[in-house]
């Protein structure tokens, strides 16, 4: 516990889990007093679900609050990011081992790195080589980064938000943020959520054309005698439809039951 901050201890250094994807661990999350316990947490599920487990909190305001029940439960699932995050004192800490800094900071400011939105920026930045051990460091939430905070990294990010309302809570911000440098790296796949369809053949279009066209005729709504091109629209309006084996037996279905009821 430092004399300066008595809310403020050094944890032990501590490995990421192993469940936290590999190729996340070049990327460092870094929050500055973080004065929040939920921001803590959120921050931490925010940076899971985008693969990166490397978090490291700069003199939070609690010296607790990586084990507090409102971290752990905005974690949501998260605990292996929280239990191998680490707390350092100051910035320059945080900081040991990464080669690219970027600094989160919405305030313009006179002097300092040059300002990128964050995915203009990634682009350049996940192509160099060698490649960069890359750090994010956010600030306090009420405040934001120092200058001196700032002043020690190579590039300022700004997420492009209305210019009437640019707030964003600190989570919030990480998420922007993990999200763009993922996509920066390659992304994830989008796993289907649902089952490849059956697209009806030919076979199935014909029949259902002949039971409608036979249910027309019943119901008097298609004149065989002057039948105009009724059926080749409805095999058009089909064709496009692009229908499953499903939903062809829906559409006889309804045939059916029209039938039942003349």
């Known amino acids: 516990m430092t004399a300066e901050n008595p809310h403020f201890m050094v944890m032990p250094d501590r490995t990421p889990d192993s469940g936290v994807v590999t190729s996340g661990n070049a990327t460092r999350f870094v929050l500055v007093q973080p004065s929040h316990a939920g921001n803590v ?9 985008m693969g990166f487990g490397d978090l490291v909190l700069v003199a939070p305001r609690f010296a607790d609050v990586l084990q507090q029940p409102e971290t752990v439960s905005r974690a949501s699932g998260a605990a292996d990011v929280l ?3 680490r707390v350092v004192p100051t910035l320059g ?3 040991g081992g990464i080669t690219w800094a970027c600094a989160t900071a919405m305030t313009p400011r006179d002097f300092g790195p040059p ?7 990634f682009a350049t930045l996940a192509a160099a080589e060698p490649a960069h051990r890359v750090a994010f ?12 905070d700032v002043y020690r990294c190579h590039a300022c990010l700004s997420v492009p938000t209305d210019p009437a309302y640019g ?15 993922r996509q920066a ?17 030919a076979v199935a279009i014909d029949g259902l054309l002949a039971h409608w066209q036979k249910t027309l005729v019943a119901i008097d709504f298609l004149d065989p005698a002057a039948p105009k091109k009724l059926m080749p629209r409805l095999r058009q309006l089909l064709n496009r439809a692009q229908l499953t084996q499903e939903e062809v037996q829906i559409l006889r279905g309804i045939a059916r039951a029209v039938d039942r009821r003349r």
């Open 185 to 201: 790296l390659g992304g994830f796949a989008v796993a289907p959520r649902t089952p490849d369809v059956r697209l009806a053949d």
């Open 41 to 49: 947490g959120a921050a931490a599920r925010a940076m899971k679900v």
């Open 93 to 95: 800490e945080a900081l």
């Open 115 to 121: 300002t990128f939105a964050p995915r203009e920026h």
């Open 137 to 148: 460091v956010f600030g306090p939430e009420r405040t934001g980064l120092s200058n001196d």
């Open 167 to 181: 707030s964003l809570n600190l989570a919030q911000a990480v998420q922007l943020v993990a999200y763009d440098w």
């Open 83 to 85: 239990a191998g995050a």
